[in-house]
């Protein structure tokens, strides 16, 4: 069992910037494919970004490409989320996910929240206009 800690997250202005941590504690941590998904009031969980054990497969959501980074940190067995020019839409809670079970590389092993087995509690992100 992974237990998958999220922090980072809080209130900011539209334009600002966060970044979330999501802290885990398997020490086979960097077998784990990780991603960060959101979910606002009212709608279904979706993908925000996702990244392979090593780091260097990354996939984003389109409304974040260019805003949102998604790394890690093998040796401190932490994912983190670097979240700029924020808006208002972005609001939501921010989960953390992880998965050891074998997957292959393509957009699709990232995106579905099916292929996490480890859930992290959330962490609120508010964005005021």
């Known amino acids: 069992q992974v237990q998958l800690v999220e922090s980072g997250g809080g209130l900011v202005q539209a334009g600002g910037s966060l970044r979330l941590a999501c802290a885990a504690s398997?020490?086979?941590?960097?077998?784990?494919?990780m991603a960060w998904f959101r979910q606002a009031p009212g709608q279904e969980r979706e993908f925000v970004a996702g990244c392979s054990g090593s780091g260097l497969i990354k996939y984003y959501t389109d409304s974040v490409e260019d805003r949102f980074t998604i790394s890690r940190d093998n040796a401190k067995n932490t994912v983190y989320l670097l979240m700029n020019s924020l808006k208002p839409e972005d609001t939501a809670v921010y989960y953390c996910?992880?998965?050891?079970?074998?997957?292959?590389?393509?957009?699709?092993?990232?995106?579905?929240?099916?292929?996490?087995?480890?859930w992290g509690q959330g962490t609120q992100v508010t964005v005021s206009s």
């Open positions: 398997s020490p086979t941590f960097s077998t784990y494919r």
């Open positions: 996910a992880a998965d050891d079970s074998p997957h292959g590389y393509s957009g699709t092993d990232f995106r579905s929240t099916s292929a996490y087995k480890y």
